[in-house]
């Protein structure tokens, strides 16, 4: 396992670099906006990691809920984190590209506002897990997250069931899209899908050490002759 | 429409500073997880 994250980390960084020639050079020039719509292959694959790390944060806590296994509370404060940190991304992102096409970096429509819910649902959690000492801060959090997944379908949707301003969804959405671009979109997915997962990943063992810290700290203090109850 | 090229540049600029910015977290984490273990390691010693 440990000579795995090594290569991966190589290959998926090399993913990235093709990933990112594919956005600037190969996908077409849209006719409307011109270059700045290359924003779309970080901003949609952004936001199609966040869903699915909230996704797997959802399936982990409802885990956690059911079984009680500390791996699965590992798995769902990982996700949860690196799921924020791609949805700032999209909120970041999608301004920048919103100011040049539609004149303004942002508006209150449905799906702008329920991503920023999103976004403040997530950062909510991570501070509970943050800032909580209760014994009870894993189970608190797990049931805030299993609730906050629902938000995420709500802002796949927002644009089918109410007026925006925002284009409609690539996948599963009333609008079309040239294959190359689609190619390209793709392409860049597989590569932050591959990235978010070795990010994970790193932040899983350096989670399960701290973990294992505390604990040897916890029995230190235990058998210290000095202060601790023997 | 003008260029976009500031702004794209932006948009991709910003999103591996974000990316950046958390690995550094990440691996400044684990240095310091790394001191507490070697504290750990040393006979009788605790941080």
Known sequence: ?230 | MKSGIPYLFAAYAVTWIIHSAYLGTIVSRYSQLKREIEQLKKPGGRS
């Open chain 1, 1 to 230: 396992m440990k000579r795995a994250f090594p290569i991966l980390g190589v290959l998926t960084a090399l993913l990235l670099i093709y990933a990112l020639y594919q956005a600037l050079v190969v996908a077409p020039t849209e006719q409307t906006m011109g270059d700045v719509q290359r924003i779309f292959y970080y901003h949609v694959p952004s936001a199609w990691t966040a869903f699915l790390l909230f996704f797997v944060n959802f399936a982990a806590s409802l885990l956690y809920l059911i079984k009680r296994k500390p791996a699965a509370d590992i798995v769902a404060l990982v996700s949860a984190e690196v799921g924020v940190v791609f949805c700032t991304v999209v909120l970041i992102t999608g301004p920048i590209w919103a100011r040049p096409v539609w004149g303004i970096w942002w508006t209150w429509d449905m799906r702008l506002t329920s991503t920023l819910v999103l976004w403040l649902i997530y950062v909510s959690y991570l501070f509970l897990r943050r800032f909580s000492s209760s014994g009870e801060t894993p189970v608190l959090a797990a049931a805030l997250a299993v609730l906050g997944a629902l938000c995420v379908p709500f802002v796949y949707f927002s644009i089918w069931f109410f007026r925006t301003q925002h284009p409609q969804p690539v996948m599963g959405g009333g609008g079309s899209i040239d294959p190359r671009m689609l190619h390209v979109l793709l392409i860049n997915w597989l590569a932050f899908s591959c990235f978010a997962f070795l990010v994970c990943w790193s932040r899983y063992r350096l989670e399960k050490l701290q973990r294992d810290v505390d604990q040897a700290h916890a029995l230190a203090s235990l058998l210290d002759p000095r202060g601790g109850v023997r």
